[in-house]
């Protein structure tokens, strides 16, 4: 297991690895780049690498709503969307060593709005994040799928649509057969 930490409106930045299968204990994990509270977490299998990546997504910052998506990968979470890297340059006419930082993208977009509250359930290989709150427009009803592919993640809209939009709750993916709809 891993837990990430935070409680409402008190964001943090730790996470725990949780050893059950194994009886392991517990022990502190790796920082998340974004101190966060109110997230949904969850884990998608890697479409092309079979790979399985843990995910948080969305979640307060001391109050600011986040649409913001990391990543744990080689146990370092990776902020989905963007992603720092450190070149060393060398300058050979002055014999002087520089750092440049480039930032680029090639992992995905952020959550497609700043969300709270929300709920994760595993969809198949993918993700599916359900409801929340948005500062911008209240309660949401709607339903949007993380998938990856090559570590190549992205955020779908899913036309579904919550009955009543909701915030703070628990979903559980239960099989067809015990689904009634009317």
Not at 39 to 53: F, L, N, R
Not at 146 to 157: A, D, I, K
Request: aromatic fraction near 10%.
């Amino acid at each position: 297991f891993v837990i990430s930490c935070g409680r409402r409106h008190f964001a943090n930045d730790k996470s725990w690895m949780m050893s059950v299968l194994f009886n392991l204990g517990m022990g502190e994990g790796p920082k998340l780049n974004v101190a966060r509270s109110q997230h949904a977490s969850g884990i998608v299998t890697d479409s092309e690498t079979g790979e399985t990546i843990i995910v948080t997504a969305g979640g307060l910052d001391d109050g600011d709503s986040l649409d913001s998506t990391e990543i744990l990968i080689e146990n370092t979470w990776i902020r989905v969307g963007k992603i720092l890297s450190t070149f060393v340059i060398q300058i050979i006419p002055c014999q002087i060593i520089c750092s440049l930082k480039i930032t680029f993208s090639f992992l995905g977009p952020s959550l497609p709005k700043r969300i709270f509250g929300s709920s994760i359930v595993p969809y198949g290989k993918d993700l599916v994040l359900i409801g929340g709150y948005s500062y911008d427009d209240e309660f949401q009803d709607g339903f949007y799928k993380f998938s990856c592919s090559s570590r190549n993640c992205v955020w779908t809209e899913m036309p579904q649509k919550l009955a009543v939009a909701r915030e703070n709750f628990v979903a559980i993916p239960i099989p067809d057969d015990l689904a009634i709809c009317v």
